[in-house]
């Protein structure tokens, strides 16, 4: 039975960080993509980082990549979400999802993730 299991999300004020942890049980943690969605509400759930099963990430978008950094532990069967710089637009709930890739680039399409956590809340206040 695979398991996501995210924690570390919390409140912080605008310019502060997090650090989301995506633990992962019942798989191989390196033959699986891991990726991040957010949901805002009254929000369609959007992509914003993942990495393969070897470590290569990708991001929404290079301002996101300039804030967040996504990485992974592959012994530890976790991924993690490393957020700075957060601005209240961050507020969301934060799933990681997995599909089996080791290669190449993850797919941004929620709907090609098999796996997902049960989301972390980050809310940033101004």
């Known amino acids: 039975q695979v398991q996501l299991v995210e924690s570390g999300g919390g409140s912080v004020q605008a310019g502060g960080s997090l650090r989301l942890s995506c633990a992962a049980s019942?798989?191989?943690?390196?033959?699986?993509?891991i990726s991040w969605f957010r949901q805002a509400p009254g929000k369609e759930r959007e992509f914003v980082a993942g990495?393969?099963?070897?470590?290569?990430?990708?991001f929404s978008s290079d301002a996101l990549k300039g804030r967040f950094t996504v990485s992974r532990d592959n012994v530890k069967k976790t991924d993690y979400l490393q957020m700075s710089s957060l601005e209240p637009e961050d507020t969301a709930t934060y799933y990681c999802?997995?599909?089996?890739?080791?290669?190449?680039?993850?797919?941004?399409?929620?709907?090609?993730?098999?796996?997902w956590g049960q989301g972390t809340q980050v809310t940033v206040s101004s």
């Open positions: 019942g798989l191989i943690f390196g033959s699986y993509a």
């Open positions: 990495n393969n099963g070897i470590g290569v990430s990708s």
């Open positions: 999802a997995a599909t089996a890739q080791r290669f190449g680039t993850p797919s941004s399409r929620w709907n090609d993730y098999r796996y």
